[in-house]
């Protein structure tokens, strides 16, 4: 007999998948959270003695153990039982000091690897499973969508089996999937769940639009951060709200029910694992997340409740446009008025209320940029910009005069 203990994500399931293909009924599989699991597997090691457990290959996927359990698990190794803790973690290194851990964050040829694509190589290495062509197919998607290559290849197919997976309940989900790996050759999504995918796509784009107009832009240290209250869509969200909001630094998720915090970044040089960890979380550079304690909830729940949601660039301009050198207008909640212009070749002014500030940019993007941290503004709408150059006119007249 086989034990699996694995995630209740998708790589964490789609391990369940692959266990069940290579072992029928065999195995029983547990789905687990990430502090569920040291419960599950204290309570295999409580019945170990039993002769059912002697015939047991426990497997442990996706998740790992806290040190009470990693000394329990390897003194039941030495014992003789059979385990096998498969994980592609970083923080999971450790492990491969033991016969029973295999650690693995990036395979041979340099691609990060994931719980799925280490189980399923483990299984067809060890003659448990057969390979297939349109399992294979399935591990990549499920590898592609949990290390994120999928964002960078534009993978769909990859994102769309992740919001499958969340339509539907765990069980519904293996029972939806385990009959294409028998009867066909391609990995594909049937009608009805095409028109699923659809559905939520359109449900997705309703959900970020709102929110892009509930966003609060805040510093937390040194960091410039744009917060928002969401449940669902976390990588959508962070996604969609970083690239309409180049200028901030990271995107800050609050689930309040769930009293947890999300970060996502789509900058290279911003590493969210690091603010996360600060909070007692953990996650990957570009995703990250932590449970809401004491300290996080001062600074990103409560702080942001004050302030006013950020608005949005004007989005129908014909006139008032990025990156004119002759000028382009601002403004903010404090009704100033910010005048970004091109006074000689890569050197950008920002005027603020018609006074120069001292500092040049390089660029455009850094002006910008300047003017949305510091001054919390957005582009004008043309009519505000016609309105600023005719008042504009009248100082210059004025000055000449
Ligand atoms: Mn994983």
């Known amino acids: 007999m086989y034990k699996l203990l694995t995630h209740n994500d998708l790589d964490g399931v789609a391990c369940g998948i692959v266990a069940k293909i290579a072992f029928g009924d065999r195995v029983d599989v547990r789905y687990n959270s990430v502090t569920g699991l040291d419960f599950q597997v204290e309570r295999f090691l409580e019945r170990k003695d039993e002769k059912q457990n002697k015939d047991t290959?426990?497997?442990?996927?996706?998740?790992?153990?806290?040190?009470?359990?990693?000394?329990?698990?390897?003194?039941?190794?030495?014992?003789?039982?059979?385990?096998?803790?498969?994980?592609?973690?970083?923080?999971?290194?450790?492990?491969?000091?033991?016969?029973?851990?295999?650690?693995?964050?990036?395979?041979d040829d340099g691609r990060l690897a994931c719980a799925t694509s280490l189980l399923y190589e483990y299984l067809v290495h060890h003659q448990l499973l057969e390979p297939s062509a349109v399992l294979e197919e399935f591990v990549e998607l499920v590898r592609q969508y949990d290390t994120w290559e999928w964002?960078?290849?534009?993978?769909?197919?990859?994102?769309?089996?992740?919001?499958?997976?969340?339509?539907?309940?765990?069980?519904?989900?293996?029972?939806?999937?385990?009959?294409?790996?028998e009867d066909k050759d391609h990995f594909e999504y049937d009608e009805f769940e095409q028109k699923l995918l659809e559905m939520e796509e359109d449900k997705i784009e309703r959900y970020i639009r709102r929110k892009k107009r509930e966003l609060v832009q805040t510093f937390?240290?040194?960091?410039?951060t744009g917060i928002v209250h969401?449940?669902?869509?976390?990588?959508?969200?962070?996604?969609?709200?970083?690239?309409?909001?180049?200028?901030?630094?990271?995107?800050?998720?609050?689930?309040?029910?769930?009293?947890?915090?999300?970060?996502?970044?789509?900058?290279?040089?911003?590493?969210?694992?690091?603010?996360?960890?600060?909070?007692?979380?953990?996650?990957?550079?570009k995703?990250?997340?932590?449970?809401?304690?004491?300290?996080?909830?001062?600074?990103?729940?409560?702080?942001?409740?004050?302030?006013?949601?950020?608005?949005?660039?004007?989005?129908?301009?014909?006139?008032?446009?990025?990156?004119?050198?002759?000028?382009?207008?601002?403004?903010?909640?404090?009704?100033?008025?910010?005048w970004i212009y091109e006074e000689?070749?890569?050197?950008?002014?920002?005027?603020?209320?018609?006074?120069?500030?001292?500092?040049?940019?390089?660029?455009?993007?850094?002006?910008?940029?300047?003017?949305?941290?510091?001054?919390?503004?957005?582009?004008?709408?043309?009519?505000?910009y016609v309105d600023y150059l005719r008042k504009f006119m009248m100082k210059k007249k004025k000055g000449t005069d």
């Open 57 to 107: 290959t426990l497997f442990i996927t996706d998740l790992s153990v806290n040190e009470e359990n990693e000394k329990a698990l390897d003194a039941y190794a030495k014992e003789g039982g059979l385990v096998q803790l498969i994980d592609h973690h970083k923080t999971a290194v450790h492990f491969n000091d033991y016969d029973w851990g295999h650690v693995k964050v990036e395979n």
């Open 151 to 181: 964002e960078q290849n534009d993978n769909i197919k990859a994102k769309q089996l992740n919001d499958l997976f969340y339509m539907v309940s765990i069980e519904e989900f293996i029972e939806k999937m385990i009959p294409r790996f």
């Open 220 to 224: 937390v240290g040194d960091y410039c």
């Open 230 to 285: 969401a449940e669902s869509y976390h990588s959508e969200l962070g996604n969609e709200l970083g690239t309409a909001n180049r200028h901030l630094d990271y995107i800050t998720i609050l689930n309040m029910g769930g009293k947890k915090i999300s970060f996502r970044t789509i900058h290279d040089d911003v590493d969210v694992s690091a603010v996360a960890g600060y909070y007692g979380g953990g996650g990957h550079a």
């Open 287 to 338: 995703a990250a997340g932590c449970s809401m304690n004491k300290e996080s909830y001062e600074l990103y729940a409560k702080a942001a409740f004050l302030i006013e949601p950020m608005r949005q660039d004007a989005f129908r301009n014909h006139y008032n446009l990025k990156e004119t050198p002759q000028g382009t207008l601002y403004e903010n909640r404090n009704e100033d008025r910010l």
């Open 344 to 384: 000689e070749p890569e050197s950008w002014v920002v005027e603020l209320n018609l006074e120069r500030i001292k500092h040049r940019f390089s660029d455009f993007e850094a002006a910008e940029r300047y003017v949305k941290r510091h001054h919390f503004a957005w582009l004008a709408r043309d009519e505000h």
